[in-house]
């Protein structure tokens, strides 16, 4: 019982390190391709939504050079 029990985790441990049962993109090359642009365009966009998340793109505010503050 204990070596069936070690065989089994052995295959289930063996399995899962096999890769995915079912394949992400397909196997005919010209759809494989227009498949993988589409996720490149995706992921293309991610640092301008980080910037528009964390208000990057905005201008600064802060001047660059002293202001005397009072009526002149």
């Not at 394949?23 to 939504?49: M, N, V």
């Amino acid at each position: 019982m204990r070596r069936f029990l070690l065989c089994t985790l052995l295959l289930a441990m063996a399995s899962l390190n096999v890769g995915c049962v079912m394949p992400i993109y397909s196997s005919s090359p010209s759809t494989r391709a227009r498949q993988l642009i589409f996720t490149s365009e995706g992921l293309r966009h991610i640092p301008e939504i980080w910037e528009r998340i964390w208000a990057l793109e905005l201008p600064d505010l802060a001047t660059p050079y002293r202001t005397h503050g009072g009526i002149i």
